[in-house]
């Protein structure tokens, strides 16, 4: 049975930092292309960042240079780290996993960040 889980999402000030996680089992985290989504309240789920299984990023204009996204093959696991956060960014932020046609979500993490 595969899971993704994510963690690492809590109450932060503005320009303060956090990193999340997205810890996978039951998959062959290795092979899979990775992505971050988030979504806020009333507003629709937007991607914030991928990496390839081979490495290769991207990043949504709105996180480029504030966020780095990487991860850990041996440890099945990806991260997010989000630097100079601001109150935009607050959400509920995804891990996705994809091969193919396939897709794996984790249930979320919420990113809250005051002013």
């Known amino acids: 049975q595969v899971q993704v889980v994510e963690s690492g999402g809590g109450l932060v000030q503005a320009g303060g930092s956090l990193r999340l996680s997205c810890a996978a089992s039951g998959i062959n985290f290795g092979v899979q292309n990775m992505a971050w989504y988030r979504q806020a309240p009333g507003k629709q789920r937007e991607l914030v960042a991928t990496?390839?299984?081979?490495?290769?990023?991207y990043y949504a204009d709105s996180v480029k240079g504030r966020f780095t996204v990487s991860r850990d093959n041996a440890k099945n696991t990806g991260y997010l780290l989000m630097n100079s956060l601001r109150p935009e960014d607050t959400g509920v932020y995804y891990c996705?996993?994809?091969?193919?046609?396939?897709?794996?979500w984790g249930q979320g993490t919420q990113v809250t960040v005051t002013s």
């Open positions: 990496i390839s299984r081979g490495g290769s990023t």
């Open positions: 996705k996993l994809q091969l193919g046609l396939k897709d794996y």
